[in-house]
Nanobody, 121 residues
Framework: QVQLVESGGGLVQTGGSLRLSCVAS????????MGWYRQAPGKQRELVAG???????NYADSVKGRFTISRDNAKNTVHLQMTSLKPEDTAVYYC???????????????WGQGTQVTVSS
């Protein structure tokens, strides 16, 4: 069993910053890709930022230059530093990890429960 637990969401004013964190726990052999997604009311879930195990990153165009994803493989964690926040960044943010468990040869997708980020104008 694997758990992804997010933290760091909250309410912030336009132009403010927040740092999201996600910790994966369980019978984890290896974590490959990790990323952050978000879903605003009435919209589809979208990729915000992703990171391969070796640190290669990619970002949605809407957050480039404002958000930074980082990860600590030794601690099974991934962070999302968000700066210059805008009202349109308001959404539930989800952590995703592609994980290989001990005793399995295949990787599976795991998701966190989500954390709310609200940016007031």
């Amino acid at each position: 069993q694997v758990q992804l637990v997010e933290s760091g969401g909250g309410l912030v004013q336009t132009g403010g910053s927040l740092r999201l964190s996600c910790v994966a726990s369980g019978s984890i052999f290896r974590i490959n890709a990790m990323g952050w997604y978000r879903q605003a009311p009435g919209k589809q879930r979208e990729l915000v930022a992703g990171s391969t195990r070796d640190g290669t990153t990619n970002y949605a165009d809407s957050v480039k230059g404002r958000f930074t994803i980082s990860r600590d493989n030794a601690k099974n964690t991934v962070h999302l530093q968000m700066t210059s926040l805008k009202p349109e960044d308001t959404a539930v943010y989800y952590c995703r990890a592609v994980i290989i468990l001990y005793g399995r040869g295949l990787e599976d997708d795991y998701w966190g429960q989500g954390t709310q980020v609200t940016v007031s104008s």
